[in-house]
């Protein structure tokens, strides 16, 4: 992508869970900031009209601008704009970028070279666009290197000025994730004339300090930072713009994109041509018929990190109030299904479905359309680490659709021909029908044995079971999904003291993650009182991820029980987020976890001691057959 050099003018001197209901929209604030810049410590000059151009101005309505291809030489121009685009907003440090509006530049940005018929029109083109926010910068055509300025240099009038440059601690984007930091420091360790070269595509190239001098006044040279003006009437930034506009589309992938090729920790395990996404991405979305097709182009995109918290939510402006998100508005069918032996199979029915339809029936089709035929639209659509969480979260969209619809669903019955019923769209995204029908959040399933469900249990629940589950022959306990109290909890299987997994936030300081380095963190969980003595088995399967996986890879380090199902989702680290223009928020693992021996975790999740599966004749009877297996490991029955 680039080199970092030295010129030879100068000599040298917290945790975010994600469930399967988040990942259809999380109701945070989101775009309250949408991609302001991040806090910084460094002095900036006082503002000096005229702002910078591509600052925010007066909203004029969104613009509807029809679809049309992006190709040959106007998507290698793009291409090379989304590459000095993210290099300068993310590392060269002077005070204009700061202060830039950097949706409005991705915005007119894409628009503005698109046209261009050379690389000396698409360099004039770029240093137009950039230079104002990085007066340093130099864009030349490739085999034509031009020298930097002497403003880069130390002030002649021999006074010592700080060296600033970006550090990025995964990446802050403002969206409330409090793990994550970017920041300009004041680093007399770097070098004070540390140049990024690079070609950018399109025949062009660049050349880009990522250190500079900076005195009280500011980044040298001084400039007119004005910062970017807030849109009218409180509207989240991110809203002002419009999906119908391809100008918005193209620049939400350039911000994606870029976002991702600088900070996303795990390319060098999924293996991912990124470049080669970014020219399909722009593609799609130029040619999006409508604010869906750019919503499916975005999915698309995403799925290429395969990673299980990715994905892309799409919010609302409201008359009155925040936004929302869009899966809100949503209806789901009364039911719920699972892949069982390579078929989909009704696994629960809301009393609302009527009799037709029950546990056990095979599902052949819905609105007419094959259920492998869904299946082929929504899995290029969704971010998965594992086949088992693609294929469960692509399966969770055959239940959605336009609030109060009616769907027809052909069913297979165990004895007869294939009858289609009409059923109403009616349940909220917040409702949930659990895939097994399960006991009590706490219960005795068996003498002497215990079960918790750690999706359901409330901490106060848990508490008051303590004494029961000390004493208990064995306790079983049920992690197919999120947990919902803190694994603190572990602390009551264990006479020493727990340690998980390491957390390794990636430090950034130069573009396309060169040299990039880990700080990392840890949990520490202390035994507890009372211990739980008997046998311990955890249940689990791809539901499983995150927080979750958490809990296990601790449970199979310290070999605090036996792990009975599936293997989990293989997704683990805390969540990051962005907002770009027309409403779109995409959700993306900003940190790496490994496994305690520094091996991969990421793609492979905690495997099972002793693997247990569902079976269509085992719903139909209304058993848990994982549950079922669980019990004779705790009693010593198994087979």
């Known amino acids: 992508m680039g080199k970092i050099h030295a010129l030879d003018l100068v000599p040298r001197k917290v945790f975010l869970r994600v469930s399967l209901a988040a990942r259809l929209g999380l109701p945070f604030v989101l775009l309250a900031c949408g991609n302001a810049p991040p806090p910084e410590p460094m002095p900036v000059p006082r503002p000096v009209p005229p702002a910078l151009p591509g600052a925010a101005k007066t909203m004029a309505a969104p613009r509807v601008d029809p679809s049309r291809p992006l190709e040959g030489r106007a998507l290698e121009n793009v291409v090379a704009f989304t590459q000095l685009y993210n290099d300068v907003r993310f590392f060269h440090p002077s005070d204009e970028a700061l202060r830039a509006d950097w949706n409005a530049i991705a915005v007119d940005g894409a628009k503005r070279v698109e046209g261009a018929t050379s690389a000396e029109e698409l360099a004039q083109i770029l240093g137009e666009i950039f230079t104002p926010v990085a007066p340093t910068l130099r864009v030349f055509p490739t085999g034509l290197r031009q020298d930097l300025p002497e403003a880069i240099l130390p002030p002649k009038d021999g006074s010592k000025p700080k060296i600033v440059a970006w550090r990025h601690d995964g990446v802050d984007l403002r969206m409330g994730v409090p793990v994550y930091r970017s920041e300009r420091v004041n680093d007399a360790d770097r070098l004070p004339s540390e140049v990024y070269e690079a070609e950018l595509g399109g025949g062009v190239s660049c050349r880009m300090p990522i250190t500079l001098y900076a005195d009280d006044r500011g980044t040298l040279p001084h400039g007119n930072a004005a910062p970017s003006e807030p849109p009218p009437g409180g509207i989240p930034p991110t809203l002002v713009y419009s999906l119908r506009d391809r100008e918005t589309r193209l620049a939400d992938i350039t911000i994606a994109w870029g976002v991702l090729q600088h900070f996303y920790p795990?390319?060098?395990?999924?293996?991912?041509?990124?470049?080669?996404?970014?020219?399909?991405?722009?593609?799609?979305?130029?040619?999006?018929?409508?604010?869906?097709?750019?919503?499916?182009?975005?999915?698309?995109?995403?799925?290429?990190?395969?990673?299980?918290?990715?994905?892309?939510?799409?919010?609302?402006?409201?008359?009155?109030?925040?936004?929302?998100?869009?899966?809100?508005?949503?209806?789901?069918?009364?039911?719920?299904?699972?892949?069982?032996?390579?078929?989909?199979?009704?696994?629960?029915?809301?009393?609302?479905?009527?009799?037709?339809?029950?546990?056990?029936?095979?599902?052949?089709?819905?609105?007419?359309?094959?259920?492998?035929?869904?299946?082929?639209?929504?899995?290029?659509?969704?971010?998965a680490a594992t086949p088992g969480w693609r294929r469960r979260v692509a399966t969770t969209q055959l239940r959605a659709g336009k609030k109060g619809e009616v769907a027809t669903v052909t069913l297979k019955h165990p004895i007869g021909e294939p009858v289609t019923v009409r059923l109403e769209r009616s349940l909220g995204w917040t409702d949930r029908l659990p895939?097994?029908?399960?006991?009590?959040?706490?219960?005795?399933?068996?003498?002497?044995?215990?079960?918790?469900?750690?999706?359901?249990?409330?901490?106060?629940?848990?508490?008051?079971?303590?004494?029961?589950?000390?004493?208990?022959?064995?306790?079983?306990?049920?992690?197919?999904?999120?947990?919902?109290?803190?694994?603190?909890?572990?602390?009551?299987?264990?006479?020493?003291?727990?340690?998980?997994?390491?957390?390794?936030?990636?430090?950034?300081?130069?573009?396309?993650?060169?040299?990039?380095?880990?700080?990392?963190?840890?949990?520490?969980?202390?035994?507890?009182?009372?211990?739980?003595?008997?046998?311990?088995?955890?249940?689990?399967?791809?539901?499983?991820?995150?927080?979750?996986?958490?809990?296990?890879?601790?449970?199979?380090?310290?070999?605090?029980?036996?792990?009975?199902?599936?293997?989990?989702?293989?997704?683990?680290?805390?969540?990051?987020s962005f907002a770009v223009p027309g409403g779109l928020v995409i959700h993306w693992t900003g940190m790496r976890v490994d496994r305690y021996d520094g091996s991969r975790f990421h793609g492979v999740g905690v495997r099972p001691n002793i693997p247990a599966t569902r079976t269509v004749k085992g719903i139909r009877e209304g058993r848990d057959e994982v549950l079922e297996v669980g019990i004779e490991v705790v009693t010593g029955t198994s087979k």
Request: proline share 8%; net charge negative.
């Open 266 to 383: 795990y390319f060098d395990i999924v293996g991912t041509d990124w470049p080669a996404v970014l020219r399909k991405s722009l593609s799609e979305a130029a040619t999006a018929l409508d604010e869906q097709g750019m919503v499916a182009a975005m999915e698309r995109m995403i799925a290429k990190l395969h990673d299980g918290h990715g994905h892309v939510v799409r919010m609302l402006k409201q008359p009155e109030g925040p936004p929302i998100p869009e899966a809100s508005t949503r209806g789901f069918l009364p039911l719920e299904f699972a892949w069982v032996e390579g078929q989909l199979v009704v696994t629960n029915v809301h009393p609302s479905a009527g009799a037709e339809v029950r546990p056990g029936d095979i599902v052949l089709a819905i609105d007419n359309k094959p259920v492998d035929a869904w299946m082929a639209v929504f899995e290029p659509r969704t971010s």
């Open 435 to 576: 895939q097994e029908k399960k006991p009590e959040p706490v219960a005795e399933v068996a003498p002497g044995v215990s079960y918790v469900d750690l999706e359901r249990v409330k901490p106060e629940q848990f508490d008051a079971a303590l004494p029961t589950l000390a004493k208990a022959r064995g306790v079983i306990f049920d992690l197919r999904g999120d947990p919902k109290i803190e694994p603190e909890k572990l602390g009551h299987l264990s006479s020493t003291k727990l340690v998980g997994p390491e957390w390794k936030v990636p430090r950034v300081v130069r573009p396309n993650r060169e040299g990039m380095t880990f700080e990392v963190e840890r949990w520490f969980v202390e035994p507890k009182a009372p211990r739980i003595r008997g046998r311990v088995v955890f249940l689990t399967d791809e539901r499983a991820m995150s927080q979750a996986e958490t809990w296990l890879s601790m449970v199979d380090h310290d070999k605090l029980g036996k792990i009975v199902g599936a293997s989990t989702a293989g997704t683990n680290g805390n969540v990051n």
